[in-house]
């Protein structure tokens, strides 16, 4: 299962190499970039369903602490048993057999064979309370990316976000499953379509019929997996063995930028087409599942 589904990560990732190197990208204007990107923020202000996660995710962080303070003053102090030595009695105020708290609080930095993290590596935020974790996992490739030379010359000028909400129950010593809800997104820029045997006299200059474009395609999907989790004194690591992707809605949209041969409705049409097999195969990229996802952060 494993072996199959990198096989289909690597053959998906050789289909846009090979759709891009086929693309003319051009006009990748900084300003213009950044003035059209969107912050993780923003996506959170328009869309109401990951507001309320997060807001619940938030009062998972107040509670969470509360309930554990209360539960330490109404219990009977260790200390004062009689039937125990002050060396055991410390080894079971330490808390969970995992770590040495019942309670702490993780950050981290994550990176995988995914479709979101091959080249932009995730931020993660957690809360441990065993044997649950609960956190965020953010992806923004104008924040934090690597190889961002083979991205370029891979896929062209694009930026890749993903707002993702998890939760992790250990089932062992260190295994888990986890479970996260998703808004994931892929904005393509200067996506090109140019019909070399079609002239069109512009301003009285020739030139090839053509259209550029920008392309978004969104995706709100929940992951299920498996993994192993260790803590040390002041350090994580988790590893993910696979997570499955399930799609629950995708979107899309187009910007056009330029356009020389609006008028022909031929054109038009063969656009539309070319536009709708691109936005097929990126909804088929962000379906894929990822694998060997690797977490290592601080514990707090």
């Not at 006299?201 to 969104?218: L, S």
Request: aromatic share 12%; glycine share 8%; charged share 20%.
């Amino acid at each position: 299962m494993l072996t199959s589904t990198l096989t289909q990560v690597a053959q998906q990732c050789l289909v846009n190499a090979y759709e891009a190197s086929h693309s003319k990208v051009v006009g990748k204007n900084l300003w213009s970039i950044l003035c059209k990107s969107r912050t993780i923020i923003q996506t959170c202000r328009q869309s109401k369903s990951m507001r309320l996660r997060l807001l619940l995710l938030f009062f998972l962080f107040l509670l969470v602490p509360m309930w554990v303070g209360a539960q330490e003053e109404s219990g009977t102090p260790i200390d004062d048993d009689p039937l125990l030595d002050p060396g055991t009695a410390e080894s079971l105020q330490l808390g969970g057999y995992r770590f040495e708290r019942n309670f702490a609080l993780l950050f981290g930095i994550q990176y995988g064979v995914s479709p979101l993290l091959l080249t932009s590596p995730g931020i993660v935020l957690g809360a441990y309370y065993d044997p649950i974790v609960v956190g965020l996992e953010l992806v923004d490739s104008d924040i934090l990316s690597a190889l961002d030379d083979l991205r370029k010359d891979g896929i062209g000028n694009v930026r890749i976000t993903n707002t993702a909400v998890y939760a992790k129950v250990f089932i062992g010593d260190s295994f888990y499953l986890v479970g996260t809800s998703e808004q994931r997104r892929l904005e393509l820029y200067d996506r090109g379509y140019i019909r070399y045997g079609e002239r069109v006299n512009v301003d009285g200059k020739i030139e090839p019929a053509q259209a550029y474009y920008d392309m978004t395609i969104e995706t709100d999907a929940y992951t299920v997996g498996i993994g192993v989790q260790k803590f040390s004194e002041n350090l994580f690591t988790s590893f993910d063995f696979l997570r499955w992707v399930i799609p629950s809605k995708q979107s899309y949209s187009v910007e056009n930028r330029y356009n020389n041969k609006t008028s022909d409705p031929n054109f038009m049409a063969r656009l539309k087409a070319e536009q709708m097999g691109r936005r097929d195969r990126w909804y088929s990229s962000m379906k894929l599942p990822a694998a060997m996802v690797f977490t290592v952060g601080l514990v707090f």
